[in-house]
């Protein structure tokens, strides 16, 4: 059974405070991808990342950064949290598209954050 | 720009045919995806289109016109269980792009 792994459901932090979300993959994926998702916005992609080491910006990057030292492992990294990072964060992996995969993802169950 | 667009909220009753709309404009395309979210849940794929057409699958089925920039998902003799939200989503390259998601309810 494939599984995408984030390491907290639900996290209390504080204004300032850096804040790190694991995601694991079993599937031996190259694609990696950080979305925040906020009522009445959907899901926005923060970062991504098609290989170890490779990293790219999606749409709302700012104020969060990644890291894949390892094809099974992506970071999403707060490094001074605010009040607007306060959402539901999902990572997910995808093969790459065509050689049999459509480049569907495959989701983690979620990291709630709230940040005070 | 990127845009995707599906409405917002819908409701049908129990047994009944529903009809999900989505359009886009976006700057690459490989194909198109829906992902059904029940609330709580992580998204899980329903369909793909990658050509112009109907993909039938079960009770779900997914058009796609390029040209037109549009596509809906049809979910036949509804069930309770198929309230949830339902995401409309592009791949160009490596990146998928979401729309704002449909919150459908089912009623008996």
């Known amino acids: 059974d494939v599984k995408v792994t984030q390491s907290s459901r639900y996290l209390v932090k504080r204004t300032g405070e850096k804040v790190f979300l694991e995601c694991v993959q079993d599937m031996d994926h190259e694609n990696m991808f950080w979305y925040r998702q906020d009522p009445g916005l959907g899901l926005r992609l923060i970062y991504f990342?098609?290989?170890?080491?490779?990293?790219e910006k999606g749409d709302i990057p700012e104020g969060y950064s990644v890291s894949r030292e390892k094809k099974e492992r992506f970071s999403l990294i707060l490094e001074s949290a605010s009040t607007n990072q306060t959402s539901m964060y999902l990572c997910?992996?995808?093969?790459?598209?065509?050689?049999?995969?459509?480049?569907?993802?495959?989701f983690g169950e979620g990291s709630r954050l709230t940040v005070l | 720009g990127q845009n995707i667009d599906q409405p917002t909220e819908m409701t049908a009753t129990e047994g009944a045919i529903v009809q999900i709309n989505c359009t886009y404009q976006?700057?690459?395309?490989?194909?198109l995806f829906w992902y059904q979210q029940h609330a709580g849940e992580a998204p899980t794929f329903l369909s793909y289109n990658v050509l112009d057409g109907l993909e039938e699958k079960g009770r779900f089925s997914s058009f796609l016109s390029r040209s037109k920039g549009y596509s809906y998902l049809l979910l036949k003799e509804l069930q309770m269980k198929d309230s949830a939200s339902y995401l409309c989503a592009v791949i160009g390259g490596f990146k998928t792009i979401f729309g704002a998601g449909t919150r459908l309810f089912v009623k008996a």
């Open positions: 997910a992996s995808s093969s790459l598209p065509g050689q049999g995969s459509t480049g569907e993802l495959f």
């Open positions: 990342s098609y290989d170890v080491k490779m990293k």
């Open positions: 976006t700057s690459g395309f490989n194909g």
